[in-house]
């Protein structure tokens, strides 16, 4: 079930809890959790409706700005049934925690027996450790990037990469992947210890904000909210590529840690 990074941010913030969908048959399952950019979202109910049903209440609560925008939305492929589908924000992705957890040495080889199993169902070569290895070498580099490198299609690559970080292995960003703490001991425990750049202090940017503003925000060095606080919204607004929603966004999460954008 696909959504967009404002609904995401609003069902977090528990200013929405329904969407509505026109699909030919239900697509998620009452009780399903689903990991989405900013966390687990649950599945509390699924009813078949119809668009003369509606309420306002109903377009107030997925975060329509009207009843007429709701209705407007559901317009496309009529001959399919509209799904009323509750929702709630259900926490932190469990994956986040895990990333962080250093195993040991008895975990680790549980780690490497199931990358083991990973390479030998690959169709083609093995692919875990080169793909952990070009990760840590190329850190917050385009997914199509990394593909190219190593001649692959980037679905394929994309695909590959979301197996590493079911592990807890890799994390995505705003731009590209790096290894987590977890990642990085597995490959240590491979090739033996090796220098990197210190991991950055303070808080990711919202990956909400899209690739274009997390770009532009890290060519004048903005890579954590801790550093946006420091700017004045105007100023960073000034930025190509990093609009109004970008910066909404960016406020919202720097409230949750109590700061603020620099005074005018």
Known sequence: MLMRPAELEAIRRGEVDLAFRRWDRPR???GSRLRTAVGLVEVVSVDRTTVGALRADDARR???ASL???KAALAARADRPVYRIGLRYAGADPREALRETVPGPDEIGEVLSGLDRLDRASPSEPW????????????EVRAPDL?????RPTPDFKRDVRKLKERGLTESLAIGYRLSPRGQAVLDHE?????????REGTPLPRTIGA?????LRRVDVHTLEAASHWRRRDLAALHGVGPIALDRIEASLAELGLAYAPD
């Open 28 to 30: 998620v399952r009452v």
């Open 62 to 64: 997925c975060g329509a």
């Open 68 to 70: 007429t925008e709701l």
């Open 128 to 139: 875990t450790r080169a793909t952990l290895r070009l990760i840590d070498a190329h850190p």
């Open 147 to 151: 593909a190219a490198l190593v001649g």
């Open 191 to 199: 090739d033996g210890p090796r220098e990197r750049a210190p991991r």
């Open 212 to 216: 274009p503003a997390t770009a532009a």
